[in-house]
């Protein structure tokens, strides 16, 4: 089991920047994958961004691509968003997520393990 806590979210003002972390506890995340996703109110969970076990692979949805940067240190067995550029449209609770897997994966279907996510408002 996989343990996964969500922090760094707060309030900003549009083009504002904020790294998100998720801290995973119960076991090494070293040998999974990993990826951000975000739930706007009243919408769909959408993909934010994957990372490989390694570090090696990265993908990112087209609208945070060149903003967003996922990475990760498996040392401290986290994961990292940073987020710069933030537009209001991206308001929303974002989560992170591990897969059972050491590939990249973009449905959250792939996912095994969930955090309970943090909120980011980012305000016009």
């Known amino acids: 089991q996989v343990q996964l806590e969500e922090s760094g979210g707060g309030l900003v003002q549009a083009g504002d920047s904020l790294r998100l972390s998720c801290a995973a506890s119960g076991r090494t995340i070293s040998s999974l994958a990993m990826g951000w996703f975000r739930q706007a109110p009243g919408k769909e969970r959408e993909f934010v961004a994957t990372?490989?076990?390694?570090?090696?692979?990265?993908s990112y949805a087209d609208s945070v691509k060149g903003r967003f940067t996922i990475s990760r240190d498996n040392a401290k067995n986290t994961v990292y968003l940073q987020m710069n550029s933030l537009k209001p449209e991206e308001t929303a609770v974002y989560s992170c997520?591990?897969?059972?897997?050491?590939?990249?994966?973009?449905?959250?279907?792939?996912?095994?393990?969930w955090g309970q996510g943090t909120q980011v408002t980012v305000s016009s």
């Open positions: 990372i490989s076990y390694s570090g090696g692979e990265t």
């Open positions: 997520a591990a897969r059972g897997s050491r590939w990249t994966a973009r449905d959250d279907d792939d996912y095994d393990y």
